[in-house]
C-alpha cells in the first residue's frame, strides 16, 4: 500500500529528499506525474486513467506535506522499507490503508515510473 502523511505533520523537510520517486510533494504545491520520473506525454494511470503526464495536478493538502499514492511505491526496489518513514521525527508517514497493493504490484509501479 502507498504511505500517506497524515496531519500530525510539523513540514519539516525530512522525508521530501528521501523519496525516490518524487512522490512527496510541500503544502500547497502542484504535482505532475513527470516529476522526476520517466512518464512523459498521455500516459495510463495505474488507476486507468489516459493522463498528460506533465500536466499539473492540484495539491493533495494545502497544510502539510502530501504524498501522491499513484507514484509511492513504498520504497520497494530502492530499500528495505519507507525512507520517509524512516526519517519523519513524528512518525506520522504511515501505511494508507486506502490505497492497498501487493509488493508486485510496487514493484511494477516503480517500472513504471521509471522506465524499467
Partial sequence: MAIIITDECIN???CI?????????????EWSYAD?????????????????ADAENEPISDEFYYIVPDKCTECKGFH??????SVCPVDCCVPDE???ESDEQLLGKKA???GE
Fill in 80 to 85: 528495505d522499507e519507507p525512507q520517509c518513514a
Fill in 98 to 100: 486506502e490505497h492497498v
Fill in 112 to 114: 513504471w515510473l521509471h
Fill in 36 to 52: 522526476e520520473t520517466a512518464l512523459s506525454g498521455m500516459i495510463n494511470t495505474p488507476g486507468g486513467q489516459e493522463v498528460d
Fill in 17 to 29: 529528499s528521501e523519496c525516490p520517486n518524487n512522490a512527496i510533494y510541500e503544502p500547497d504545491q
Fill in 12 to 14: 519539516c523537510d525530512a
